[in-house]
């Protein structure tokens, strides 16, 4: 069984952050994955550029950042894996929404997989459509059209 927690940061909490975690679940679910830990944080430009210039030595906000643990550990007799944790800036989901002419659910939904993507190893190197790992992003948006989060 996965298991998403979520947290919020420099801002108020999202009324809609339980659809988030089971969005999540599901994305998951669809990427066949079992007994993953995953966080999900939703925070402000301020706090993502922070991380991002503190981690990545870019000193500026983005839309969002994936921090692989890829620990597995024995618990309650199951072995799950700490995938990792996701932080997601809603100021840069929103522009994203607009510059992508997309609603902010699907942005939402888009920086949700790509973070689980990050997780599970997978890279980019451009944001080219043809890049495997977008590329399967787009293919398991489609097939989670039909779920609502905001």
């Known amino acids: ?3 998403v927690s ?3 940061a420099g801002i108020d909490c999202p009324v809609w952050l339980e659809r988030a975690k089971g969005f999540a679940l599901t994305a998951l679910d669809q990427m066949r994955k079992e007994n993953w ?3 999900l944080l939703f925070c ?3 706090f993502i550029q922070t991380v991002n210039r503190d981690y990545r030595q870019k000193d500026e906000p983005t839309d969002v950042l994936s921090f692989p643990l890829g620990d597995t550990v024995e618990q309650e007799g199951d072995s799950v894996f ?3 944790d996701i ?3 809603l100021p840069a989901l929103q522009r994203n929404a607009v510059d992508f002419s997309v609603t902010p659910n699907e942005e939402l ?3 949700i997989v790509h973070g689980l993507l990050h997780l599970s190893g997978m890279d980019h190197t451009t944001n080219a459509p043809d890049e495997p790992m977008l590329a399967l992003q787009e293919t398991i948006l489609a097939q989670l059209s039909g779920e609502q989060i905001l």
């Open 37 to 39: 830990v995953v966080s």
């Open 109 to 111: 939904k888009r920086l």
């Open 82 to 84: 700490l995938a990792g």
């Open 87 to 89: 932080v997601i800036s």
């Open 6 to 8: 979520t947290d919020w």
């Open 44 to 46: 402000d430009d301020d």
């Open 1 to 3: 069984m996965n298991t």
